[in-house]
């Protein structure tokens, strides 16, 4: 079992930044952030095999957020930058332990950290 904890969400006004970091229990394979606003389905928002390094984002915040790791950590981190009041949700850390990182099936998530844009 890993356990995630998220740190780092907040309010901010629209145009500004905020950075996430999640650490975990132990390594994971690939790690991701993935999002859910009230009344809509979670969504993958940015992932990363933390082998390679390779990443993914979604279309909605390609060019606007930047997903990362430290591996010496088990850590992840997201730095979101011209945030939008759409990007307002629940950001959850996600780790899985194996298999193809760029998938909706992920093992284990965090908490979740709020970030509201206003």
């Known amino acids: 079992h890993v356990q995630l904890v998220e740190s780092g969400g907040g309010s901010v006004q629209a145009g500004g930044s905020l950075r996430l970091s999640c650490v975990a229990s132990k390594s994971s394979a690939c790690m991701g952030w993935f999002r859910q606003a009230p009344g809509k389905e979670r969504e993958v928002v940015a992932q990363i095999y933390t082998g390679g390094g390779s990443t993914y984002y979604a279309d909605s915040v390609k060019g606007r957020f930047t997903i990362s790791r430290d591996n010496a950590k088990n850590a992840v981190y997201l730095q979101m930058t011209s945030l939008k009041p759409e990007d307002t949700a629940l950001y959850y850390c996600?780790?899985?332990?194996?298999?193809?990182?760029?998938?909706?099936?992920?093992?284990?998530y965090g908490q979740g950290t709020q970030v509201t844009v206003s």
């Open positions: 996600a780790a899985r332990s194996g298999g193809y990182c760029f998938s909706r099936a992920y093992d284990y």
